[in-house]
């Protein structure tokens, strides 16, 4: 498949969690700062339609559990679907919420509480994309992986659209998150404006 960055299978360990114990893998991918880690479960190379969840990272949700978002829950709630499928990967990228990298969400959050805006408003007003998100990292992977077709565990049609774009076959699976106060308007947002299916 062409425009798809080289990726190397670096390490490979077993990595116990609260949610079950994965094999982790780290790629190194050309270009990339850091390596990318994906946690499998079962035989993913020789599966048919492993159920997949792309993670971009959030910082202020995986590692401080920020309520303005939804990240963390969805990661904890791949975890445990991966778990409990029979062969299951969720692979981490390195690229923040909607892709233009820490600082820019973090302009964006106080944004949007300073003069009361949606996200999207707060990336139009600081001329960020509202989503620059790319997913060619993630096909490269699951191409390293054997892995050509998958159930994606997303509400967002444009990851969807995404991994197609590189030749993976998608069937999408929603990944339901209950809502909270500092939340919802967020997601109701993302349904409303970015067609994300999120039930609401
Ligand atoms: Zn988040």
Redesign the pocket.
Known sequence: VQNLPPVVLDTKFLLPTESGDFDAYGFLVDGANTPIIALANGAVETSDWPLVRLQSR?D???VFG?K?????EQLRTAMQRVQAAECGLIIHLDQE?RGNGLRA?LQIYQLMQTQGLTSGQACAVLHYPVDARVYDQAAAILYALNVNRVRLLTNNPSKVEGLRSFGIEVQQENIRIMPNVHNHAYLLDKQVTHKHDLGL
């Open positions: 959030c202020t949700s995986e920020s303005m978002c939804d990240c963390a919420g969400k």
